[in-house]
C-alpha cells in the first residue's frame, strides 16, 4: 500500500469526526440535565430543608474525634463555660471595603459583609457564614462553647475583650486594619489552672452543596481548606458530598476556608505553634479548629493575623507575604505568577480585562511559536518518510528485530527524530496548565465586563 494515502490524526474527516463526538457528547449532557432537572439543580433548599427540622437553624453535625486535635463542635452553645447563659452583645466596625459586628461569643466576627463585591445574585458578599459560630470565635479546648468576653470599643479599628473561666482570665486585643481588611490579635491567658488544655480558634463557612460539574465541565464554585504546616502547603478538597472530609494537621502557621474567588485566613505568629483539624461533614457547615495547646505557665502569650476577603495576589501579601499561599496556581505556580503580572501590566495600558486576556494569550502563542515549527516540521519530516518505513514493514515483517534495527537506520539518515512531533508539545504544556490556573483564580476577572453581551469574564 503506498503510504501517501495513509491518513494523519490531523485530515479534514478525523477533525469533523472529533467535532461531532463533542457535540454529541455536550448534547447528552443537556438532555440529562433537561430530563433529569432534580439530579442537576442546586440541592440548597433539599440541604436547608433537611437541617431545620422543627424550626431550628442549626445543623447538628457529628463532630470528628481525632487524637491530639481539638474537636470541632457540632454546635455551638450560647453559655458562659460556667454553665451561665449570657446574652450576647456587638460592635460593630466598618471601613469603606468591609462591615462586620465583634461578638461577645468568643470575640468572633459575624455578619461579615463585603461592599465592593457582589454575589452572582448581586447580593453582596459575605463571609465567614455559620448558623452557630464567629469567624475567628476563640474557645477553650474540650468545651462547645465560645468564651463568653466583656466586650469595650477602644477605637473605630480597635476592640478589647476580657474572659474569666475560674480563676483563669483571658484578654483578648483585636485591631482592625481597613486597609488591608485584616485583623491582629493579642492573646494573654493569666492564672491558667493545672487542668488547662488550650484555646481554640475557629474558622466556619457555610458548604456550598448541589454543584454539578464534570470532567471537561468543572464546577468554578468550589471550597478547600489551605494548611500550610511543617513548611509544607496542602489543599483540601471541601466540596465532597459523597463523604465525610477530616484531616488534621501539626505544626500549623496557615490555615484558610477558600472559595475560588474568595478566603478567611488564619496565620500563626506566636511561639506556641498551633495544632489544625478540618471537617467537610457531606452536608453542614465547614469547619478548620486551630488548638493551642501552651505547656503551662503563669501567663501565656498567644498572637495571629486573621484575613477575609477576595484572593488577590497584591492584597494578600500585603497582609502577609505567606498568605499568598492561598492563591493556588497549580503545580507551575511560578509560571503562572508571571503570566498574572503580565496579565495586569496588559490591563494597565488597555483598561479592558477580555482585551488584556486575548493580548496575553496573543503573546504565549507568540513564545511557543518556535516549539510548534519544530514540531511541524519533524511532522513533515515524518510524513516524507513514510514510504520507505513502509518498505521496510513489508520486507521485514518476519523480523521484528531487523525491523527496528533498519527504522532507526533510517531515522538516523534521514535526520529524522522519532519524539520530533510531540516533544516540543509537551514542552508547552506547562505553560498552558499555567494560564488556564491564572484566568480560573484571578479575582479580577471577578465581574469584570468586557464587550456586548459578555459582563462577567469569570462565568462559563
Given at each position: 500500500m503506498n503510504s501517501q494515502n495513509e491518513k494523519n490524526f490531523f485530515d479534514p474527516k478525523t477533525i469533523i469526526a472529533v467535532l461531532l463526538v463533542g457535540v454529541l457528547f455536550f448534547g447528552w449532557q443537556k438532555y440529562l440535565e433537561y430530563?433529569?432537572?432534580?439530579?442537576?439543580?442546586?440541592?440548597?433548599?433539599?440541604?436547608?430543608s433537611g437541617t431545620t427540622a422543627g424550626g431550628a437553624a442549626a445543623v447538628a453535625t457529628p463532630a470528628p474525634e481525632t487524637a491530639g486535635t481539638a474537636t470541632p463542635p457540632a454546635q455551638i452553645a450560647t453559655t458562659s463555660t460556667s454553665g451561665t447563659t449570657l446574652p450576647e452583645t456587638?460592635?460593630?466596625?466598618?471601613?469603606?471595603?468591609?462591615?462586620?459586628?465583634?461578638?461577645?461569643?468568643?470575640?468572633?466576627?459575624?455578619s461579615l459583609t463585603l461592599s465592593n463585591y457582589n454575589d452572582r445574585e448581586h447580593k453582596p458578599i459575605q463571609l465567614g457564614i455559620s448558623d452557630q459560630a464567629g469567624l475567628f470565635e476563640i474557645g477553650l479546648v474540650g468545651q462547645n462553647a465560645p468564651l463568653d468576653f466583656q466586650i469595650e470599643k477602644v477605637s473605630e479599628t480597635n476592640v478589647k475583650g476580657v474572659a474569666r473561666s475560674g480563676s483563669m482570665t483571658?484578654?483578648?486585643?483585636?485591631?482592625?486594619?481597613?486597609?488591608?481588611?485584616?485583623?491582629?490579635?493579642?492573646?494573654?491567658?493569666?492564672?491558667?489552672?493545672?487542668?488547662?488544655?488550650?484555646l481554640t480558634v475557629l474558622l466556619p463557612e457555610h458548604k456550598r452543596t448541589g454543584l454539578y460539574s464534570s470532567f471537561l465541565m468543572p464546577s468554578m464554585e468550589h471550597q478547600e481548606f489551605v494548611v500550610k504546616h511543617q513548611g509544607n502547603i496542602e489543599h483540601v478538597n471541601a466540596s465532597s458530598e459523597s463523604e465525610d472530609v477530616t484531616k488534621s494537621f501539626s505544626q500549623v502557621s496557615l490555615v484558610a476556608?477558600?472559595?475560588?474567588?474568595?478566603?478567611?485566613?488564619?496565620?500563626?505568629?506566636?511561639?506556641?505553634?498551633?495544632?489544625?483539624?478540618?471537617?467537610?461533614?457531606?452536608?453542614?457547615?465547614?469547619?478548620?479548629?486551630?488548638?493551642?495547646?501552651p505547656a503551662g505557665g503563669d501567663q501565656?502569650?498567644?498572637?495571629?493575623?486573621?484575613?477575609?476577603?477576595?484572593?488577590?495576589?497584591?492584597?494578600?501579601?500585603?497582609?502577609?507575604?505567606?498568605?499568598?499561599?492561598?492563591?493556588?496556581?497549580g503545580f507551575f505556580a511560578s509560571i503562572g505568577k508571571i503570566l498574572?503580572?503580565?496579565?495586569?501590566?496588559?490591563?494597565?495600558?488597555?483598561?479592558?480585562w477580555g482585551v488584556s486576556i486575548i493580548l496575553l494569550t496573543v503573546l504565549v502563542r507568540l513564545l511557543v511559536l518556535p516549539f510548534n515549527i519544530a514540531s511541524y516540521k519533524s511532522m513533515k519530516k515524518m510524513q516524507k518518510i513514510q514510504p520507505m518505513?513502509?518498505?521496510?514493514?513489508?520486507?521485514?515483517?518476519?523480523?521484528?528485530?531487523?525491523?527496528?534495527?533498519?527504522t532507526m537506520a533510517l531515522m538516523r539518515e534521514q535526520k529524522v527524530n522519532p519524539l520530533g512531533g510531540c516533544l516540543p508539545m509537551l514542552l508547552q504544556m506547562p505553560v498552558f496548565f499555567a494560564l488556564y490556573q491564572v484566568l480560573g483564580q484571578s479575582i479580577?476577572?471577578?465581574?469584570?465586563p468586557f464587550i456586548l453581551w459578555i459582563h462577567d469574564l469569570s462565568v462559563k
Amino acid at each position: 500500500m503506498n503510504s501517501q494515502n495513509e491518513k494523519n490524526f490531523f485530515d479534514p474527516k478525523t477533525i469533523i469526526a472529533v467535532l461531532l463526538v463533542g457535540v454529541l457528547f455536550f448534547g447528552w449532557q443537556k438532555y440529562l440535565e433537561y430530563k433529569y432537572p432534580d439530579f442537576y439543580k442546586n440541592k440548597d433548599t433539599q440541604t436547608q430543608s433537611g437541617t431545620t427540622a422543627g424550626g431550628a437553624a442549626a445543623v447538628a453535625t457529628p463532630a470528628p474525634e481525632t487524637a491530639g486535635t481539638a474537636t470541632p463542635p457540632a454546635q455551638i452553645a450560647t453559655t458562659s463555660t460556667s454553665g451561665t447563659t449570657l446574652p450576647e452583645t456587638r460592635v460593630a466596625l466598618q471601613s469603606g471595603q468591609m462591615k462586620f459586628d465583634v461578638s461577645s461569643k468568643g470575640m468572633g466576627i459575624r455578619s461579615l459583609t463585603l461592599s465592593n463585591y457582589n454575589d452572582r445574585e448581586h447580593k453582596p458578599i459575605q463571609l465567614g457564614i455559620s448558623d452557630q459560630a464567629g469567624l475567628f470565635e476563640i474557645g477553650l479546648v474540650g468545651q462547645n462553647a465560645p468564651l463568653d468576653f466583656q466586650i469595650e470599643k477602644v477605637s473605630e479599628t480597635n476592640v478589647k475583650g476580657v474572659a474569666r473561666s475560674g480563676s483563669m482570665t483571658v484578654e483578648h486585643d483585636l485591631q482592625f486594619h481597613p486597609e488591608t481588611s485584616s485583623w491582629t490579635s493579642n492573646v494573654t491567658v493569666r492564672g491558667a489552672a493545672a487542668g488547662f488544655s488550650g484555646l481554640t480558634v475557629l474558622l466556619p463557612e457555610h458548604k456550598r452543596t448541589g454543584l454539578y460539574s464534570s470532567f471537561l465541565m468543572p464546577s468554578m464554585e468550589h471550597q478547600e481548606f489551605v494548611v500550610k504546616h511543617q513548611g509544607n502547603i496542602e489543599h483540601v478538597n471541601a466540596s465532597s458530598e459523597s463523604e465525610d472530609v477530616t484531616k488534621s494537621f501539626s505544626q500549623v502557621s496557615l490555615v484558610a476556608i477558600s472559595s475560588q474567588y474568595f478566603t478567611s485566613a488564619l496565620i500563626d505568629q506566636s511561639t506556641v505553634i498551633p495544632e489544625v483539624n478540618v471537617f467537610a461533614p457531606k452536608q453542614g457547615e465547614l469547619r478548620a479548629v486551630l488548638a493551642y495547646k501552651p505547656a503551662g505557665g503563669d501567663q501565656i502569650n498567644l498572637s495571629w493575623k486573621t484575613y477575609s476577603g477576595p484572593k488577590s495576589m497584591e492584597g494578600l501579601q500585603s497582609v502577609d507575604p505567606m498568605l499568598a499561599d492561598v492563591l493556588n496556581l497549580g503545580f507551575f505556580a511560578s509560571i503562572g505568577k508571571i503570566l498574572l503580572s503580565v496579565l495586569k501590566w496588559f490591563y494597565g495600558f488597555v483598561g479592558n480585562w477580555g482585551v488584556s486576556i486575548i493580548l496575553l494569550t496573543v503573546l504565549v502563542r507568540l513564545l511557543v511559536l518556535p516549539f510548534n515549527i519544530a514540531s511541524y516540521k519533524s511532522m513533515k519530516k515524518m510524513q516524507k518518510i513514510q514510504p520507505m518505513l513502509q518498505s521496510i514493514r513489508e520486507r521485514y515483517k518476519e523480523d521484528p528485530a531487523a525491523m527496528n534495527r533498519e527504522t532507526m537506520a533510517l531515522m538516523r539518515e534521514q535526520k529524522v527524530n522519532p519524539l520530533g512531533g510531540c516533544l516540543p508539545m509537551l514542552l508547552q504544556m506547562p505553560v498552558f496548565f499555567a494560564l488556564y490556573q491564572v484566568l480560573g483564580q484571578s479575582i479580577e476577572l471577578y465581574q469584570a465586563p468586557f464587550i456586548l453581551w459578555i459582563h462577567d469574564l469569570s462565568v462559563k
